[in-house]
């Protein structure tokens, strides 16, 4: 239950951004619609719940490294080329919207020009691009639960003092702009903000839950975060509507809320909105870079800081206004995507069924392997081992070193056992001695690296013999 509940904040971290969090999404995509928006959130959240379930257990699946190759597995090529170009414009597009609202943040709340926000921003992202995707779902993990307090303290106080003219305050929120081109209704709105979330969040929870071994633990988590976020999303949405004529033209309206509370309060949760913002940008620009260095991956930082660099540039057009043209156009394009996903998921749910139960008893045979003590695997098992790797879709080697990553490292972390990961460094990432799975031309797993990485930590290459 903690994987699966670390799993779901990171991936609220990632959806809560600079629109979600200052508010400015909520008033054009919802409140401008005043009494119909709120059922709008409603719509939108659950889309959003039910659709991550569906990506999380994909990338699981396909242990994915990063979006193109699962947008290749569920599509014919030229679908999933348009998939992927326009996963990376977006990813692109949103990273300046978030880096223009770290400007608009400051600028609001202390009176420094939005420059200044945007370059702490961008340096806060370059030194992010030195961390792997673990130690980010941590940080990103770390950070979400302080808004999640600022707007559940919001909704208590918003509880406490409702205002007597909800009638004036629907038509004050009506007198909102909404989001350009969803044709002024509330449902095409709803709907075009839940396409947007999934294209923005689309790559980067591919990546998360590739590191995930267990699809169905991975769905699990994927829902719930987007249960937690569309819950968010509403308190979010109340918290806005009731407090309307205090939040008028408010580049951040939440903020803006805090502020009328106390100046003291205010000042706490700008900065917590900054980190939000910080949140959802590391996880595009970093799901961006990953993609673009697929090939060379010792060019990813490169890539990672232009994109940074060419974001913080084109983040002085205007945070209010990006999210009024930028967000709805990104919206629509994500359409396709989620139908595409969605179709994918009703496909290969079986399979996906199958390849749950075949990685849960690899995980038990790993634990029986690991666990200090006891006698090594038998004939018959290595040999189940073997039936059950090569049933899978993924390399027989790859699979079966992957499982046991993932199993050392929750033995290791968990403090009623002997098992230490540094007796076997071959399965720790982090280790000198890692390896990975042995470079062998077959894909039968070559019980003799694996039986010296246990008694040596080292995992050699082992290759197999040539016939003569």
Same mark, same amino acid.
């Given at each position: 239950?903690?994987?699966?509940?670390?799993?779901?904040?990171?991936?609220?971290?990632?959806?809560?951004?600079?629109?979600?969090?200052?508010?400015?999404?909520?008033?054009?995509?919802?409140?401008?619609?005043?009494?119909?928006?709120?059922?709008?959130?409603?719509?939108?959240?659950?889309?959003?719940?039910?659709?991550?379930?569906?990506?999380?257990?994909?990338?699981?699946?396909?242990?994915?490294?990063?979006?193109?190759?699962?947008?290749?597995?569920?599509?014919?090529?030229?679908?999933?080329?348009?998939?992927?170009?326009?996963?990376?414009?977006?990813?692109?597009?949103?990273?300046?919207?978030?880096?223009?609202?770290?400007?608009?943040?400051?600028?609001?709340?202390?009176?420094?020009?939005?420059?200044?926000?945007?370059?702490?921003?961008?340096?806060?992202?370059?030194?992010?691009?030195?961390?792997?995707?673990?130690?980010?779902?941590?940080?990103?993990?770390?950070?979400?639960?302080?808004?999640?307090?600022?707007?559940?303290?919001?909704?208590?106080?918003?509880?406490?003092?409702?205002?007597?003219?909800?009638?004036?305050?629907?038509?004050?929120?009506?007198?909102?702009?909404?989001?350009?081109?969803?044709?002024?209704?509330?449902?095409?709105?709803?709907?075009?903000?839940?396409?947007?979330?999934?294209?923005?969040?689309?790559?980067?929870?591919?990546?998360?839950?590739?590191?995930?071994?267990?699809? /169905? #633990?991975?769905?699990? =988590?994927?829902?719930?975060?987007?249960?937690?976020?569309?819950? &968010? $999303?509403?308190? %979010?949405?109340? !918290?806005?509507?009731?407090?309307?004529?205090?939040?008028?033209?408010?580049?951040?309206?939440?903020?803006?809320?805090?502020?009328?509370?106390?100046?003291?309060?205010?000042?706490?949760?700008?900065?917590?909105?900054?980190?939000?913002?910080?949140?959802?940008?590391?996880?595009?620009?970093?799901?961006?870079?990953?993609?673009?260095?697929?090939?060379?991956?010792?060019?990813?930082?490169?890539?990672?800081?232009?994109?940074?660099?060419?974001?913080? /540039? #084109?983040?002085?057009? =205007?945070?209010?206004?990006?999210?009024?043209?930028?967000?709805? &156009? $990104?919206?629509? %394009?994500?359409? !396709?995507?989620?139908?595409?996903?969605?179709?994918?998921?009703?496909?290969?749910?079986?399979?996906?069924?199958?390849?749950?139960?075949?990685?849960?008893?690899?995980?038990?045979?790993?634990?029986?392997?690991?666990?200090?003590?006891?006698?090594?695997?038998?004939?018959?098992?290595?040999?189940?081992?073997?039936?059950?790797?090569?049933?899978?879709?993924?390399?027989?080697?790859?699979?079966?070193?992957?499982?046991?990553?993932?199993?050392?490292?929750?033995?290791?972390?968990?403090?009623?056992?002997?098992?230490?990961?540094?007796?076997?460094?071959? $399965?720790?990432?982090?280790?000198?001695?890692?390896?990975?799975?042995?470079?062998?031309?077959?894909?039968?797993?070559?019980?003799?690296?694996?039986?010296?990485?246990?008694?040596?930590?080292?995992?050699?290459?082992?290759?197999?013999?040539?016939?003569?």
């Amino acid at each position: 239950m903690g994987k699966t509940f670390k799993v779901a904040l990171a991936l609220v971290g990632l959806t809560v951004g600079a629109g979600f969090a200052s508010g400015q999404e909520v008033i054009q995509y919802f409140l401008s619609f005043g009494y119909w928006g709120i059922l709008g959130a409603a719509v939108a959240g659950l889309s959003i719940a039910v659709f991550s379930g569906w990506v999380y257990q994909l990338g699981s699946y396909y242990m994915a490294d990063d979006h193109s190759a699962v947008f290749k597995s569920v599509s014919h090529p030229w679908m999933a080329r348009y998939m992927d170009i326009t996963t990376m414009f977006t990813l692109f597009c949103i990273g300046f919207v978030m880096v223009a609202g770290a400007g608009a943040n400051l600028e609001q709340q202390f009176g420094f020009p939005t420059w200044v926000g945007s370059v702490i921003m961008v340096v806060l992202l370059l030194l992010s691009g030195l961390l792997d995707v673990d130690k980010l779902t941590s940080v990103i993990s770390f950070i979400t639960p302080l808004l999640i307090i600022c707007l559940l303290g919001a909704f208590v106080i918003t509880l406490t003092n409702m205002p007597d003219n909800v009638g004036q305050i629907n038509e004050i929120a009506q007198t909102n702009p909404h989001a350009s081109g969803t044709f002024d209704n509330w449902l095409i709105t709803a709907l075009n903000y839940a396409t947007l979330v999934m294209i923005m969040d689309t790559s980067m929870m591919l990546v998360f839950a590739g590191s995930h071994m267990n699809p /169905a #633990l991975a769905g699990k =988590g994927g829902l719930l975060g987007g249960i937690m976020f569309a819950v &968010l $999303l509403l308190i %979010l949405t109340f !918290v806005l509507f009731m407090n309307m004529e205090n939040v008028m033209n408010a580049d951040l309206p939440l903020l803006k809320v805090f502020d009328n509370m106390h100046p003291t309060v205010g000042v706490f949760v700008s900065i917590v909105i900054y980190l939000m913002i910080y949140n959802t940008a590391v996880g595009l620009f970093y799901a961006l870079g990953r993609r673009l260095s697929h090939d060379k991956p010792k060019k990813f930082f490169p890539y990672y800081a232009i994109v940074v660099l060419i974001g913080f /540039a #084109l983040s002085f057009i =205007g945070f209010a206004d990006l999210v009024g043209w930028v967000y709805p &156009l $990104l919206g629509y %394009l994500g359409l !396709v995507l989620g139908v595409v996903m969605g179709v994918a998921w009703f496909r290969d749910r079986k399979n996906i069924q199958e390849e749950t139960g075949r990685r849960e008893r690899l995980a038990a045979l790993a634990e029986t392997q690991l666990t200090p003590g006891t006698d090594d695997l038998t004939p018959e098992e290595r040999h189940e081992i073997d039936s059950l790797t090569s049933d899978s879709h993924v390399g027989d080697q790859e699979l079966w070193q992957s499982v046991q990553e993932e199993v050392a490292a929750d033995m290791d972390a968990d403090s009623s056992n002997d098992f230490s990961l540094k007796d076997v460094p071959a $399965l720790d990432p982090e280790s000198k001695g890692y390896g990975a799975a042995p470079d062998t031309p077959g894909d039968n797993i070559q019980w003799d690296a694996y039986e010296e990485m246990y008694k040596t930590g080292e995992f050699p290459a082992v290759k197999k013999p040539e016939t003569k």
